[in-house]
């Protein structure tokens, strides 16, 4: 037999043998955040202090429309704030987040006429440092957040519906 064939042979064997032995993570906790009307996380990440801060959307209550929601836990996923942000009877959503030196950034859409460009900084208890929003003709969304060495962001997403993505560089002191 091909050595080739006999190395292919063996590999199969051995992955295989991983698969079937292998077992799904055990789950340390699961709880829920947010309101009682419906909330859906977009994008979560650990924070510095080991715990977690998740963005997405909540629903507005008893209406088809919805919020912001950025939720912050402890490293055991116990509560220790959440922040709703939105234009009142309007969709607003919250996509991304990212840690900076001094709190959160956050980014996503903010219902005004159009969906704009929206971002924002909150410091550690969840109070808004800075606020954005970046109008365009149709409707935009900031889809991702990079905090840079220096401190400056970089961010994409789109303007105008059918264009691409955008980088947007800015002083992350004061937005």
Not at 62 to 89: A, C, F, M, N
Request: overall charge negative; aromatic content about 10%; hydrophobic content about 35%.
């Amino acid at each position: 037999m091909n050595i080739k064939i006999i190395k292919n042979i063996i590999s199969i064997i051995f992955f295989s043998h991983l698969l079937i032995f292998a077992q799904a993570p055990k789950m340390e906790w699961n709880k829920g955040y947010g309101t009682n009307n419906g909330e859906h996380i977009h994008e979560i990440m650990q924070t510095k202090d080991g715990g977690y801060i998740g963005i997405g959307q909540t629903d507005e209550s008893g209406i088809d429309r919805y919020d912001i929601l950025v939720v912050k836990t402890d490293s055991k996923g116990e509560y220790q704030w959440q922040k709703i942000i939105g234009t009142p009877k309007q969709n607003d959503i919250g996509i991304c987040v990212e840690e900076a030196s001094d709190g959160f950034v956050i980014g996503g859409g903010l219902f005004d006429g159009n969906q704009k460009r929206y971002m924002a900084k909150l410091d550690y208890e969840g109070k808004i440092l800075w606020q954005h929003t970046y109008p365009t003709e149709r409707n935009g969304m900031i889809r991702g957040i990079d905090v840079l060495r220096n401190g400056e962001l970089v961010t994409t997403g789109y303007k105008n519906c059918e264009q691409g993505g955008f980088v947007y560089i800015a002083d992350n002191s004061d937005g």
